[in-house]
């Protein structure tokens, strides 16, 4: 009776780890965005002719080394810059926004920038990428949750 007892548990233990050690990934980006990098690709709600805008602010904002993830978004007035901060930097934030802000405002002088270090910000901008990619949501009602988006942004500051 024992060893049958011993046998259960073990077969059990086996069954429940193996089910416990299934991968479910589903590949949105948005699961995993604030444990791994995504590096979602730039996007563009503006009806503005510079298409290569937001990759510039990708790349010049990715080359920053205490950043290691970016987000940019170009709306009709404002373009979003959520990034995420490595984590030996966390104390610096402040410092770091603000060095990022002005070299961004110095590179372009002409746009108007918002920008984030906030995982919360962050996290909606790679939710609305993905909306759109995946059809889910039009071009207006893309750009009303990028408004949200930026006002959540100024609530929080």
């Given at each position: 009776?024992?060893?049958?007892?011993?046998?259960?548990?073990?077969?059990?233990?086996?069954?429940?780890?193996?089910?416990?050690?299934?991968?479910?990934?589903?590949?949105?980006?948005?699961?995993?965005?604030?444990?791994?990098?995504?590096?979602?690709?730039?996007?563009?709600?503006?009806?503005?002719?510079?298409?290569?805008?937001?990759?510039?602010?990708?790349?010049?904002?990715?080359?920053?080394?205490?950043?290691?993830?970016?987000?940019?978004?170009?709306?009709?007035k404002t373009i979003?810059?959520?990034?995420?901060?490595?984590?030996?930097?966390?104390?610096?934030?402040?410092?770091?926004?603000?060095?990022?802000?002005?070299?961004?405002?110095?590179?372009?002088?002409?746009?108007?920038?918002?920008?984030?270090?906030?995982?919360?910000?962050?996290?909606?901008?790679?939710?609305?990428?993905?909306?759109?990619?995946?059809?889910?949501?039009?071009?207006?009602?893309?750009?009303?949750?990028?408004?949200?988006?930026?006002?959540?942004?100024?609530?929080?500051?």
């Amino acid at each position: 009776m024992k060893k049958r007892w011993k046998y259960t548990l073990v077969v059990f233990s086996l069954l429940l780890l193996l089910v416990g050690c299934t991968n479910q990934n589903d590949n949105k980006d948005s699961s995993m965005a604030l444990i791994k990098t995504t590096q979602p690709t730039p996007m563009k709600l503006s009806n503005k002719n510079s298409d290569s805008l937001p990759a510039k602010v990708k790349k010049e904002v990715a080359n920053i080394k205490e950043i290691y993830d970016v987000a940019v978004i170009e709306g009709n007035k404002t373009i979003l810059v959520a990034y995420k901060v490595k984590h030996l930097y966390r104390f610096r934030m402040k410092s770091i926004e603000k060095r990022l802000t002005k070299r961004l405002k110095n590179e372009y002088p002409d746009e108007k920038f918002v920008v984030s270090s906030d995982y919360k910000i962050f996290l909606e901008a790679v939710r609305l990428r993905e909306a759109m990619d995946a059809g889910k949501i039009s071009k207006d009602q893309a750009r009303k949750r990028f408004n949200n988006i930026v006002k959540l942004k100024e609530e929080l500051t």
